[in-house]
């Protein structure tokens, strides 16, 4: 099993989300965090005052999903997300050891 975690643009998540629900994903969590990478943050101007914005506003996607789905699940939300403009986001990968779905004591498979 693996935990897929993305960072991405804000308003790319809807399209993400549907390219998800395509591919039979049957969790998703959302945070919305801030955040930078090689764009650096920018500067705004607010009543006339310039100012520098260090962290910008990001979506952390994560879904666990079986190992088999992985190729399809990166592909999906590469294509999705891509604008290709500095800044689109990352997408992390990780093993899952164990997942126990609390309700009904599912492990596993199962429980996701």
Not at 74 to 92: H, L, M, P, Y
């Amino acid at each position: 099993m693996k935990n897929v975690t993305a960072i991405l643009r804000p308003h790319k998540l809807d399209e993400v989300r549907e390219a998800l629900l395509k591919l039979d994903v049957s969790g998703i969590t959302v945070t919305e965090v801030k955040g930078f990478g090689r764009q650096k943050g920018h500067t705004e101007l607010y009543r006339g005052t310039e100012y520098q914005v260090d962290f910008l506003p990001k979506v952390k996607l994560e879904v666990a999903i079986p190992a088999s789905k992985l190729d399809e699940i990166i592909e999906a939300i590469s294509n999705t997300a891509n604008s290709g403009k500095v800044g689109d986001g990352k997408i992390f990968v990780t093993n899952l050891d164990k997942v126990v779905r609390i309700r009904t004591g599912e492990t596993d498979q199962d429980a996701l």
